[in-house]
């Protein structure tokens, strides 16, 4: 079964610097997706950005992006010029073709605290 | 854009009692699925619907039973229930997954869940 580990239970930034949020996971599958969600105050679940495995470039949405190191089974979430909005929790997730893309399996998250 | 709808969107029940969770897809949505968040806890998957039919199923218990109608519509039923069924429950919905296509990933789209409290 897959596995996500995310390893910080808490993190804090101040407003307009940079943060890094690890993530590691484990599978024998070659085609998957890996995803950044955010979960603010108001609980809904947002997704931030995705990546495929079998791409090679590192997916960039904005000031967000990821660094993918497929054989160290690895996937952090850098956030860039921090603001108050992106408090929240933010979870890593693994979608994989053996359960028919049908499936996020969550990480445990990290509470992100940006603060002026 | 139209958005998926939870309802209701708080609920409280006692133990023993049932529950019934509703969920409306995005309209063109014909794949359903059902997470529990327990307090603190990441979601974690209870099972999936394609087409009315189960498509995949994860850690939920026998005690709850789930549904999707004709509409694209899904109900999760709820019964016997216990203290640790309190969760906030998320629905989120998708366009059918192609699973023989290497990069057949739809994009899943979260509704705002139900938080059911069993008291």
């Known amino acids: 079964a897959q596995t996500v580990t995310q390893s910080q239970p808490e993190m804090s930034v101040q407003e307009a610097e940079t943060v890094t949020l690890s993530c590691t996971y484990d599978?024998?599958?070659?085609?998957?997706?890996l995803f950044w969600y955010k979960q603010p105050p108001s609980r809904q679940m947002i997704l931030v950005i995705r990546q495929e495995a079998y791409k090679q470039q590192n997916a960039t949405e904005n000031r967000f992006s990821v660094n993918f190191q497929k054989a160290a089974k690895s996937f952090s979430l850098k956030i860039s010029d921090s603001q108050l909005g992106d408090t929240a929790m933010y979870f890593c997730a693994f979608m994989g073709q053996n359960t028919g893309f049908q499936k996020l399996v969550f990480g445990t998250g990290t509470r992100l605290l940006v603060s002026p | 854009a139209a958005g998926v709808i939870q309802s209701p969107r708080h609920l409280i029940k006692e133990k023993r009692e049932t529950a019934t969770l509703k969920c409306y897809p995005i309209p063109r949505h014909d794949t359903v699925y059902w997470y529990q968040q327990g307090p603190g806890q990441d979601p974690q998957f209870l099972i999936s619907f394609y087409e009315k039919m189960q498509s995949d199923k994860g850690s939920i218990p026998d005690r709850f039973s789930a549904q999707q109608f004709s509409d694209y519509h899904s109900e999760l039923n709820m019964s016997s229930l216990e203290l640790g069924d309190s969760a906030l429950y998320f629905c989120?919905?998708?366009?059918?997954?192609?699973?023989?296509?290497?990069?057949?990933?739809?994009?899943?789209?979260f509704g705002p869940g139900t938080r059911l409290t069993v008291l």
């Open positions: 989120a919905s998708s366009l059918a997954v192609n699973r023989k296509r290497m990069s057949s990933y739809n994009e899943q789209f």
């Open positions: 599978t024998s599958e070659n085609n998957y997706y």
